[in-house]
C-alpha cells in the first residue's frame, strides 16, 4: 500500500517542509500541519498502523504503481519510501511499515536541501581540486534525505565492585619522618542507569561511516508519523534488536568498567579485583535518523558526502583531480619563481 498526501487545493503532493515543519505543496504553497492530516485520499492509515504483517524480512523485488503517474516501482531490499523514478511523486510504501517494522520514534530533519547544497559546496571546496562535474547542479540535484534505521537501548544494571585500596600517611615525630600505611577490602553496589545506546541498524552504510555523524540529540525525538516521510527515502533495519543487544551490552560494559575504575576514591592507590555487570531491565525502540547523503564514483573508487541531518556534522572525503592539483602547484611555483626573479634583480 502506498501513501501519499495529495494537496486539497490544487491535487499536486505535498512534501514535508523542513523549515515550515509542516507539509507543503510546491504548485500552490498551500501548508497543512501534520495533526491536520487525517485521511490519506484514496488509502487509509489505520491499516499501516495495526498491521502485523510485517513481522519478519522485507524482500527487494516487489512491484509498486505510482498513485501520480502510474510508473512501476521495483522495490530495493528494506526500502521504505521513495520518490518516484518518473515523476518524483513521494511514496510511502506503508505496508512495510507496520507491525514490528513500524518505528517508534523519528529524529525529523531539520538541515533542508539548501543548508546541505551549501555545505556540500564547502566540504569540496566549491570543486577547486575536484574532478569536473563532481560540483555540477545535475551532480548536486543527486543529494537525497535519507532517514537511517537505528535502535536506541536502554539498560538498568547493578555494577558489584570488589577492590583493594591503600591510604599512605607521612608525618613526621621528633626525629623521624613515619610513614603509615592503611590497607582496606573494599566491596560496593552501584544501580546505573544508561539511556539512548544508539546503534545502526542497516547495511546501507559503514556503522564507522554512521558513527562520524554522531552524536544524535536524542531528547529531540518525535512519536513516528508517517508525513515526516514525504519526500524521503527511507528503510527498514537490516537486523533486529536481538542481533543489536549484544552491542549494546558491549558498550554498556565498557562504560560500567570505566566507572567503576573511578568510583572508589579517597585513597592513595586503588587495586580494582573485580567487577560484575547485571543487566536488570532493558528496553529498546526502533527509531529513524535523518541524513543527507550522495556517492561519486571517480577512477573506480567511490566518494561520499554524507551530513547529519539534525545538527549539519559532515562526514566523508571528497576526490581530488590530479590534472587541478597540478595546475595549482604549477601556478604557484611560476609565482614563486617570478618572485624570486624580482628579488636577485633587486
Known sequence: MILHYTCPDCGAEMVYD???????????SKEMELSQVSSLGTEDLSAAK???????????????????????????????????????????????LSGKRRPAKLLPFQMDRQDAEKAFRKWCRNGRFSPRGFTSAENIQRLRGMYIPY?????????????????????????YQITETEFYDIQRAYKLQYK??????????????????????????????????????????DFDETEMAPSAKSKVEKYARDYAQGAVSGYSMVHLNSHTINFEREEEAFIFVPIWFVDYNYHGKVYKFMMNGQNGRIAGTPPTSRGKIAVWWAGISAVLFIISLIISLI
Open 151 to 175: 535502535w536506541l537501548f536502554q539498560f538498568d544494571t547493578r555494577v558489584d565492585i570488589s577492590a583493594q585500596a591503600t591510604r599512605v600517611r607521612v608525618f613526621r615525630q621528633g626525629d
Open 50 to 96: 495495526t498491521s502485523d504483517k510485517m513481522e519478519g524480512d522485507i524482500l527487494a523485488g516487489q512491484e509498486y504503481h505510482c498513485p501520480n503517474c502510474g510508473g512501476l516501482m521495483v522495490t530495493k531490499d528494506k526500502e521504505t519510501s521513495a520518490n518516484c523514478a518518473f515523476c518524483g511523486a513521494p511514496m510511502i510504501l506503508a505496508d512495510r
Open 196 to 237: 539512548d545506546i544508539p546503534l545502526d541498524a542497516s547495511q546501507q552504510l559503514e556503522d564507522s561511516e554512521m558513527a562520524k555523524l554522531e552524536p544524535f540529540n536524542f531528547s529531540e525525538l518525535k512519536a513516528f508519523n508517517m508525513p515526516y516521510l514525504a519526500g524521503f527515502d527511507s528503510s527498514s533495519y
Open 18 to 28: 523542513i523549515k515550515r515543519r509542516k507539509l507543503h505543496c510546491d504548485h500552490c
